[in-house]
């Protein structure tokens, strides 16, 4: 049984009806990507909107109310939102860092979307940022802290970047449903029954196989 969904934000912004939603998804998958860029694109009837779906190592940017979502276990979703520009983005990464360039580390994933943003005319210093994910899905592998490690990276890197964090849902044992409106600046986040999610815990594993002892410490935070 989930917990009700939590939201932050603006507005929810402006629905469409299936047959222009339909539309907006086919023209959406039409259009070029950048490597990393989410492309799953679909028509979600609950919110009777545009959506896409970020997959692990994936980010997302636009300045529209397409529907941004993604779930999570003990990796992290960030949403970074611009007030004035009215462009927002989310990543999601599964451990703070490894070699090579690649949107699964927290640290070339973090660096990807704030340029993103950037170059849809977002400023870092209006740069507003929720938090999403860490959690400890998988029992007996609390020793390992990949979730934990995840949210102190994110957290200190955006202390470090002066990006305020507004909002966070982050750690405990819950895996979460996530979808932010980039326009708008709204985000949801629900809570997830620790069930049926056999596809998070074999995404946790193959993130805490390849953790490695790292030195962190937690930035303060908000809680909303």
């Known amino acids: ?51 896409v779906k970020i997959l692990p190592g994936e980010y997302f940017v636009d300045n529209e109310d397409i529907l941004v979502m993604t779930t999570l276990g003990s990796c992290i979703a960030a949403c970074l939102w611009d007030r004035q520009a009215q462009v927002g983005g989310m990543n999601h990464f599964m451990l703070p860092e490894g070699a090579g360039d690649s949107g699964r580390y927290g640290s070339f994933a973090m660096e990807l979307l704030i340029n993103e943003l ?3 005319g977002a400023s870092k210093s209006r740069m507003e940022a929720k938090i999403f994910g860490g959690g400890a899905v998988i029992a007996g592998m609390n020793t390992i802290n990949v979730g934990e490690r995840n949210t102190n990276f994110v957290l200190d890197y955006l202390k470090t970047e002066r990006i305020p964090v507004v909002s966070k849902d982050v750690m405990d044992v819950y895996p979460r449903k996530v979808c932010f409106l980039p326009h708008s600046g709204k985000a ?16 946790d594993r193959a993130a805490a196989q390849k953790a490695q002892p790292v030195v962190s410490s937690g930035g303060s935070v908000d809680l909303f």
Request: aromatic share 8%; no cysteine.
């Open 1 to 51: 049984m989930s917990t009700p969904t939590t939201s932050t934000g603006a507005g929810a912004g402006s629905l469409i009806s299936g047959g222009a939603g339909a539309a907006r998804v086919a023209q959406l998958k039409a259009q070029p990507r950048k490597p990393g860029e989410a492309s799953f694109f679909f028509y979600d009837a609950h919110f009777k909107n545009a959506a």
């Open 118 to 120: 950037m170059k849809r």
């Open 188 to 203: 949801m986040v629900k809570r997830l029954a620790p069930t049926n999610t056999d596809a998070l815990v074999q995404q």
